[in-house]
C-alpha cells in the first residue's frame, strides 16, 4: 500500500466519523471515548485502504465491489456509534445514515468544485485550499441547521424500521450514485452531464437528511404526545376521584360533628368529659377541611392537599382568589395545582427543622393576569436545566413529567412558568393571562 493510498483511506475514513459524529455528539459518550473513536477511525481507514490497494480503483473501477465496500462501512459507522456511545440500535442507524449522507453531500460538492477549477486551472494550492474551506463550511452549515439542535434536544429515536429503508437508500441512492457519477467521471464524460449528475446527487443527500430529520422528531412527538395523552388522563381520573373522596368525607363529617354536638348537649344517653368532646371535634375539623375559593375544581385540589399535609405535619397557608382562574378548564387547574403543591410536599417532607415544614399558596387576580405564588423550603441543592427543575429522583426519563406538564398547561393559555430558589427556599411563579381564549384550548 503506497502513501498516496494510505493518506486518501485515512481522509476518507476522518471524514466519514467526522459526519457521523455531527449527530452522535448528543448520546451520552462511554468511557476512554476518544480512543475508542480514534481506533475506530484507524481501522475503517485500514479496511478501505486495503481495498483501494488491492484493486485498480481509479481504472477497473468495480462499482459493485465499491458499493458493497461502503455498505460495509455504513455499517461499520453504526457499530461504532455504538461502541462509543449508550445508544439503541434505531439511533445508531440514523446517525451513521445521516452522517454517511453528509459526507457523501460534501465529497461531491467538493467533486463538483474540483471540476470547476480544472477547467479554469487553477493551482494546487487552490485546490486544496478550496477543499478545506468547503468541508468545513458544510460540516458547520449541518452542524448549526440541524445536528446541533439534535444535541440540544437530545437524540431520541424509538424502534422505527423506517430506519431500515434509510439505510437501503443511501447505500443505493447515495452511495451507489456517487460511485456511478466517479465511474462516469473516469470513463471520460462531459462536463455538463458530470456537473447535472452532481447536483442531483447533492438533492438526494439532502432529501434524505431532511427526510430522516422529519423521522426523527415524528418518534419524538408520537412519543410526547402519548406521555402527556397517558398523564392528562391520569389526571382527569384522579380529579374525579379526590371530588368523590373528598364530598364522601364532607358528607361523613357534617354527620360526625353534629352527633357529636348532640353527645356534648346532654342529649346522648353517655356522659362523657367535654374535654374528650373538644379533642374529637378538633380531630374531625382535620378531616372537614372544605376550602371555599370559588372554583370547585380548586376547591378539590386544595382541599386534598391540605389533608395530606395535615398528616405529614407540614402547614399549608393559602390565599386562594378562585375567580381569577374561572376561564381554565377543571383538569388542567387540577394539573397545575396538584404538581405545584405535590412537589412543594415532597421537598418539604426531607426539612427536618419544624418551624420550616411549612408551604404557602397565593393564587390572585393583578392587571388582568392570574397570578399563581408558591414558596416552600427546602433541603439540599435544586439543578436546573433549561430554567425548569431537574428531578431529584435521579431518573430524568421517568421523572420530571409533572413539572413539565406545568409548563405546558401554563403555555397552553399563553402565559409563563417561572422557578427560582432564594438560600433554602424553592419559589414558583405562573402568570396566565385572564382573557386567554379557553375555547381555542379546548380546540387544541
Not at 99 to 115: D, K, P, R
Not at 285 to 297: C, H, K, L, P
Given at each position: 500500500m503506497d502513501v498516496e493510498t494510505i493518506v486518501n483511506s485515512l481522509l476518507t475514513a476522518a471524514e466519514l466519523m467526522a459526519g457521523v459524529l455531527l449527530f452522535s455528539s448528543g448520546l451520552p459518550r462511554r468511557e476512554q471515548y476518544a480512543l475508542r473513536v480514534s481506533a475506530a477511525t484507524v481501522l475503517l481507514a485500514a479496511i478501505i485502504g486495503s481495498f483501494m490497494g488491492s484493486a485498480s480503483f481509479a481504472s477497473a473501477f468495480p462499482l459493485f465491489g465499491i458499493i458493497e465496500l461502503y455498505a460495509v462501512a455504513l455499517v461499520y459507522c453504526a457499530v461504532v456509534v455504538l461502541l462509543c456511545h449508550e445508544a439503541t440500535t434505531w439511533s445508531a442507524l440514523f446517525c451513521a445514515t445521516a452522517?454517511?449522507?453528509?459526507?457523501?453531500?460534501?465529497?461531491?460538492?467538493?467533486?463538483?468544485?474540483?471540476?470547476g477549477m480544472l477547467i479554469f486551472k487553477f493551482g494546487m494550492g487552490a485546490y486544496m485550499l478550496v477543499n478545506l474551506a468547503e468541508y468545513a463550511l458544510v460540516y458547520a452549515v449541518v452542524w448549526f441547521v440541524m445536528a446541533r439542535k439534535i444535541d440540544s434536544e437530545g437524540l431520541v429515536v424509538e424502534e422505527d424500521h423506517g430506519m431500515v429503508f434509510m439505510v437501503l437508500v443511501v447505500i443505493f441512492a447515495v452511495?451507489?450514485?456517487?460511485?456511478?457519477?466517479?465511474?462516469?467521471?473516469?470513463?471520460?464524460?462531459?462536463?455538463?452531464?458530470?456537473?447535472?449528475?452532481?447536483?442531483?446527487?447533492?438533492?438526494?443527500?439532502c432529501f434524505v437528511l431532511f427526510a430522516e430529520y422529519q423521522m426523527l422528531y415524528k418518534t419524538r412527538f408520537k412519543t410526547e404526545t402519548a406521555e402527556a395523552t397517558q398523564l392528562l388522563h391520569d389526571e382527569r381520573r384522579q380529579y374525579q376521584l379526590s371530588k368523590e373522596t373528598i364530598e364522601s368525607i364532607n358528607v361523613k363529617c357534617h354527620d360526625i360533628r353534629h352527633q357529636i354536638r348532640h353527645m356534648a348537649d346532654g342529649l346522648g344517653t353517655v356522659v362523657v368529659d367535654p374535654l374528650i368532646f373538644n379533642d374529637i371535634a378538633?380531630?374531625?375539623?382535620?378531616?372537614?377541611?372544605?376550602?371555599?375559593?370559588?372554583?370547585?375544581?380548586?376547591?378539590?385540589i386544595l382541599s386534598e392537599k391540605s389533608l395530606l399535609c395535615e398528616r405529614y405535619g407540614i402547614a399549608l397557608s393559602c390565599m386562594a382568589?378562585?375567580?381569577?382562574?374561572?376561564?381554565?378548564?377543571?383538569?388542567?387547574i387540577y394539573s397545575l395545582f396538584g404538581n405545584a403543591l405535590e412537589n412543594a410536599i415532597e421537598a418539604v417532607e426531607k426539612v427536618p427543622?419544624?418551624?420550616?415544614?411549612?408551604?404557602?399558596?397565593?393564587?390572585?387576580?393583578?392587571?388582568?393576569?392570574?397570578s399563581l405564588h408558591v414558596e416552600n423550603y427546602f433541603e439540599g441543592t435544586v439543578e436546573f436545566e433549561d430554567g425548569l427543575p431537574k428531578s431529584t429522583k435521579g431518573d430524568d426519563m421517568n421523572h420530571g413529567f409533572g413539572v413539565r406538564s406545568m409548563e405546558r398547561t401554563a403555555e397552553r393559555y399563553g402565559g409563563t412558568m417561572v422557578a427560582s430558589?432564594?438560600?433554602?427556599l424553592f419559589l414558583l411563579d405562573v402568570a396566565i393571562p385572564q382573557q386567554a381564549d379557553a375555547e381555542a384550548v379546548l380546540a387544541e
Open positions: 452522517g454517511y449522507a453528509v459526507q457523501n453531500l460534501t465529497s461531491g460538492i467538493m467533486g463538483f468544485f474540483n471540476q452511495i451507489g450514485l456517487d460511485v456511478c457519477i466517479k465511474s462516469a467521471e473516469a470513463s471520460g464524460i462531459d462536463v455538463a452531464t458530470f456537473m447535472t449528475l452532481r447536483v442531483v446527487h447533492a438533492l438526494v443527500c378538633q380531630e374531625v375539623r382535620v378531616y372537614d377541611s372544605t376550602v371555599s375559593t370559588g372554583n370547585d375544581a380548586l376547591d378539590v382568589d378562585g375567580e381569577a382562574i374561572q376561564f381554565m378548564q377543571p383538569t388542567d427543622n419544624p418551624e420550616k415544614r411549612r408551604i404557602a399558596l397565593v393564587l390572585r387576580s393583578e392587571m388582568g393576569m392570574a430558589v432564594r438560600d433554602d
